[in-house]
T-cell receptor
Framework: DVKVTQSSRYLVKRTGEKVFLECVQD?????MFWYRQDPGLGLRLIYF???????EKGDIPEGYSVSREKKERFSLILESASTNQTSMYLC?????????????FGPGTRLTVL | AQTVTQSQPEMSVQEAETVTLSCTYD???????LFWYKQPPSRQMILVIR??????QNATENRFSVNFQKAAKSFSLKISDSQLGDTAMYFC????????????FGKGTKLTVNP
């Protein structure tokens, strides 16, 4: 079974803190994604990576950065957390060029910024 | 840019009955994938069913089936014999076959199955 894990299920941080959200997948997938999920807005793509050290902006990259130093790990960084970044963050991975096109999701991190 | 629209924010159904969730999308491409994902309360998002646009036959997975109308750009999900465990958020998603492999999601439909 594909497994995508995220470092925390719940996280509480203060405004202005630097926040790291970690995601690890164990299926040697090339592609990894970070989404933000808010009620009524669905999932919105923040950043994605199709290879080590490669990254591309998604639809809402402002206020976020990412790091992919190893193939299995994709980190989302909030340089200076703000209250409007309180949300559920989902990580996903997929095999590049897969004929099935499916992404596999982690359990999510619910981040609260006070 | 592709867009995905789910026009039903919330739906409910009685246990053992059938329910259909709607999804429409907009694209100028001819080859793509469509997905329905399920997110149970406080649990992980999982794939329910997948459809390749080049396939005319509608996909089926046990109690879940789709009605794929390519010309109308419609991709509805039918759940037969609804069970309490079907209570979840359901997201419709689109992915191009080539190029970027990112998913474009609809805003979701919250489905409640009542006993």
């Amino acid at each position: 079974d594909v497994k995508v894990t995220q470092s925390s299920r719940y996280l509480v941080k203060r405004t202005g803190e630097k926040v790291f959200l970690e995601c690890v997948q164990d299926m040697d997938h090339e592609n990894m994604f970070w989404y933000r999920q808010d009620p009524g807005l669905g999932l919105r793509l923040i950043y994605f990576s199709y290879d080590v050290k490669m990254k591309e902006k998604g639809d809402i990259p402002e206020g976020y950065s990412v790091s992919r130093e190893k193939k299995e790990r994709f980190s989302l960084i909030l340089e200076s957390a703000s209250t409007n970044q309180t949300s559920m963050y989902l990580c996903a991975s997929s095999r590049r060029g897969s004929g099935k096109g499916e992404q596999f999701f982690g359990p999510g991190t619910r981040l609260t910024v006070l | 840019a592709q867009t995905v629209t789910q026009s039903q924010p919330e739906m409910s159904v009685q246990e053992a009955e059938t329910v259909t969730l709607s999804c429409t999308y907009d694209t100028s491409e001819s080859n793509y994938y469509l997905f329905w994902y399920k997110q149970p309360p406080s649990r992980q998002m999982i794939l329910v069913i997948r459809q390749e646009a080049y396939k005319q036959q509608n996909a089926t997975e046990n109690r879940f089936s789709v009605n794929f109308q390519k010309a109308a750009k419609s991709f509805s999900l039918k759940i037969s014999d609804s069970q309490l465990g079907d209570t979840a958020m359901y997201f419709c998603a689109f992915r191009s076959q080539g190029g970027s492999e990112k998913l474009v999601f609809g805003k979701g439909t919250k489905l409640t199955v009542n006993p």
